[in-house]
């Protein structure tokens, strides 16, 4: 595997060959939208679609928790949205238009960040072809409830205050926020990192799941985990969330008969002779889609 973290990278997401990456098959799309429009610390989140990519190239197409190869069902990987010189809310407008394009062609969208203001276009979208209300399962150190951030409503602290008003929302891993967004915020559908993380057992997680209507939207900004799990981000929070929690709640939803809409992974920040973050990233990415296949 090279270990260059290029924007520029095109390869499939895990190296696939042409038969299961075909679009008249696949089951799943992966956008790739590298977009750092709106990140106000460190920048460099808009290399987090190729790095997670090439990373993916390592990564083993079975696995061992669900028994299953879910690249089977196929994976197609599209062009990278070009978003560099966009405002967010036109980026917004032109990724919610995509994610629409390939939920109407039935298949699951997988939207790589970038900064977590990719979420909001990809999330109003997955609303609009929700037969029902939809639900969004939002894993982050951050919020994100702000309604208007340096002047923008799609600036990446305002993602699920957008996401709010067209979806319920459950929150898990929050650690960071400010006075006016702990007033707006609903305490039954906010899991605290420092309570989830010594919680005596994981009761907690059926509270959430249960919060969540039929079709749900899990959204991942990468700095809910904790950073010595993964360093590789922007505002690398303490205090968060560990591999295994992260994947039991997405289990569990999905193992509910839950519908999963879509999904996406951002945050990814490279860093200089650091891999492991990119590769947890796209393992995740692949744990996710193995736990929607375990469910068919």
């Known amino acids: 595997m090279s270990t260059t973290t290029s924007v520029s990278y095109t390869g499939e997401f895990l190296d696939l060959p042409a038969e299961l990456a075909d679009p008249a098959q696949a089951r799943y799309v992966v956008i790739p939208v590298p977009y750092d429009g709106t990140s106000t610390w460190r920048k460099g989140a808009d290399r987090g679609p190729a790095a997670?990519?090439?990373?993916?190239?390592?990564?083993?197409?079975?696995?061992?928790?669900?028994?299953?190869?879910?690249?089977?069902?196929?994976?197609?990987?599209?062009?990278?949205?070009?978003?560099?010189?966009?405002?967010?809310?036109?980026?917004?407008?032109?990724?919610?238009?995509?994610?629409?394009?390939?939920?109407?062609?039935?298949?699951?969208?997988?939207?790589?960040?970038?900064?977590?203001?990719?979420?909001?276009?990809?999330?109003?979208a997955a609303a609009e072809a929700a037969e029902g209300r939809l639900g969004v399962l939002q894993f982050d150190a951050h919020a994100d409830t702000r309604e208007s951030y340096h002047g923008s409503p799609c600036n990446h602290a305002c993602i699920m205050a957008r996401a709010r008003e067209v979806a319920d929302i459950v929150q898990v891993g929050i650690r960071?926020?400010?006075?006016?967004?702990?007033?707006?915020?609903?305490?039954?559908?906010?899991?605290?990192?420092?309570e989830v993380m010594q919680a005596p057992d994981r009761s907690w997680m059926d509270r959430a799941v249960a919060l969540l209507p039929q079709e749900v939207y899990i959204t991942v900004d990468l700095d809910g985990f904790d950073p010595a799990v993964v360093p590789a981000t922007g505002t690398p929070e303490p205090g968060g969330l560990d591999w295994y929690t992260v994947n039991e709640l997405c289990r569990r939803v999905l193992a509910s008969g839950r519908t999963l809409v879509g999904f996406d992974v951002n945050e990814l920040l490279p860093l200089e002779g650091h891999h492991a973050s990119n590769f947890l990233a796209a393992k995740l990415v692949y744990r996710i889609m193995s736990m929607a296949e375990s469910q068919r």
């Open 52 to 124: 997670l990519l090439e990373a993916s190239g390592a990564v083993e197409w079975y696995d061992i928790e669900t028994q299953l190869e879910a690249c089977q069902a196929g994976i197609l990987t599209a062009p990278a949205l070009e978003v560099a010189q966009l405002s967010p809310e036109a980026m917004s407008e032109l990724v919610q238009q995509r994610v629409a394009e390939e939920l109407a062609a039935r298949r699951i969208p997988v939207v790589l960040g970038g900064e977590h203001s990719v979420s909001i276009g990809a999330i109003r």
């Open 176 to 194: 960071a926020i400010d006075a006016e967004e702990r007033a707006g915020l609903d305490p039954e559908r906010v899991f605290w990192a420092h």
